[in-house]
């Protein structure tokens, strides 16, 4: 199982940019695909979720509003959809994965089998 997040860049405050999640080995629509992100200093901080079957989905409130998590299955990529950025938005991002993620286990890193590859997003007057 093979995850690359991608879609990562420098911006400046206020601006968007999305994210994506594909897979060359699997497909995504059977997995709850989550994101997370983890700044220089930091921990790892999972900030936003969507399901595999319900597609249901999940948000950190340090994103809530401005973040939204969708899928396409057709192209097999998640999308991470980020909007009015700020510095402490700033961080690599991560996308992972897990066929049989528990309830209530959405923020947290051991809930998920699958890591990809961060990318690094920069948010910088």
């Known amino acids: 199982v093979q995850l690359q997040a991608s879609g990562g860049g420098l911006v400046q405050p206020g601006d968007s940019l999305r994210l994506s999640c594909a897979a060359s080995d699997f497909t995504l629509d059977s997995y709850a695909i989550g994101w997370f992100r983890q700044a220089p200093g930091k921990e790892r901080e999972g900030i936003s979720c969507i399901g595999s079957s319900d597609g249901k989905t999940y948000y950190a409130d340090s994103v809530k509003g401005r973040f939204t998590v969708s899928r396409d299955n057709a192209k097999n990529t998640v999308y991470l959809q980020m909007n009015s950025l700020k510095p402490e938005d700033m961080a690599v991002y991560y996308c992972?994965?897990?066929?049989?993620?528990?309830?209530?286990?959405?923020?947290?890193?051991?809930?998920?089998?699958?890591w990809g590859q961060g990318t690094l997003v920069t948010v910088s007057s």
């Open positions: 992972v994965a897990d066929k049989r993620l528990r309830p209530g286990r959405e923020s947290t890193p051991t809930g998920y089998e699958y």
